[in-house]
């Protein structure tokens, strides 16, 4: 039985790992994919919403080992590509153990600890921590018609704007990617952003959840042309097809429509205990990480400490604390 298994090398299980490897204490990372997997699968090109320069690291996994200290990354907003280089290095340098390929179906309370079943056979634990990330499971909008619709797919699969040459595109959405998309798609296709509230921003907000990166100036711009038309606080209502019916009544054909609408926080099954969840579907969790279950941890974007835990430089020192309390009771 090992001390501790880390189930998902993302930025939260590798930083994890790397307290665990430093103090010599008995660990696995199993990794359904490669290491960083939840960046391998997004949008090649994609600039990061987080920047990472001397003074303003909201990106780098530890102050100590800085992403911006890496030539040729770009700044202040680094590059997907930029960040995976970072992530992929910083496990296979400080050899952090992970096995890759290798997903956790489900994992089981045995006495003493854990059991994770795994396609190359089960492993124990005497603690398991959950880094699987928030964004694995898309959240579709909850408006009639729109999950059945043919014409309506979801952010996380739009791979480039060439599919979208010379169509009528409705992004729904006010966060991040859906100014990413429509940026994207501006002057490539004829795109419509549409949101439920007023579209916010953070340079006037300050707010972490109005964070547009690098896209804020030329979304406005976009718009102030007509290049993006924007249907601000005036939401579908109900989708038939590629008919689309919105809050003040008027109905409009899309040949596509893009929903980037976020993700709902899930994690593998656990036999034999429940993990008990708050209001906001995230596990509910001690000021070190611990979820209902005695043993089980999560850490990561799954992790809610605060909101600013879905970035990297909300959760960073948390995972410290989730580290000590494994320690201490090793
Ligand atoms: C489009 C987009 C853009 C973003 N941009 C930024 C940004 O600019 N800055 C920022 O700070 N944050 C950004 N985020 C949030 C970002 O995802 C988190 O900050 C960070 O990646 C969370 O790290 P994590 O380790 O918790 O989860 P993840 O990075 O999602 O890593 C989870 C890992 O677990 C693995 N895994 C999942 N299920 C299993 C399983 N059953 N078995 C084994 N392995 C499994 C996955 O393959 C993955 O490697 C963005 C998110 C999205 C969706």
Known sequence: MRDVIIVGAGPGGLLLAQHLEEHRIDYQILERGKIAQSWRMMRQGMTLLSPSVPGTDWTSLTLTRPLWAIPGVQKP?????????YVDAFAREQ??????????????????????????GEKSCRFLVIATGSSSVPAYPDIPGVASSPFAIHSCDFVHCMAYLGKRVLVIGAGNSAAEIAMALA??????????????YFSETGDLEHIRGSSESPLKECVRFGIISLRETDPPVHVAGSRVRFQ????????????????????IPINGGSVRTGEDGYPVISRTGESSLPGL???????RFNKRCAFIHGFRNYVEKVFWDIADRL
């Open 187 to 200: 002057g490539t296709a004829r795109v419509t952003l549409c949101t439920r509230g007023p579209l916010r």
């Open 297 to 303: 941890y999560f850490c990561g974007s799954l992790a």
């Open 95 to 120: 050899m952090l153990r992970t096995v890759e390929n290798t997903a956790v179906m489900r994992a089981a309370v045995v006495p003493g600890g854990f059991t994770v079943e795994t396609p190359a």
């Open 77 to 85: 907003f680094p590059t997907r590509e930029d960040f995976l280089c």
């Open 248 to 267: 003040n009544g008027e109905e409009k054909e899309y040949d596509w429509i893009i929903c980037a609408t976020g993700y709902r926080p899930s994690w």
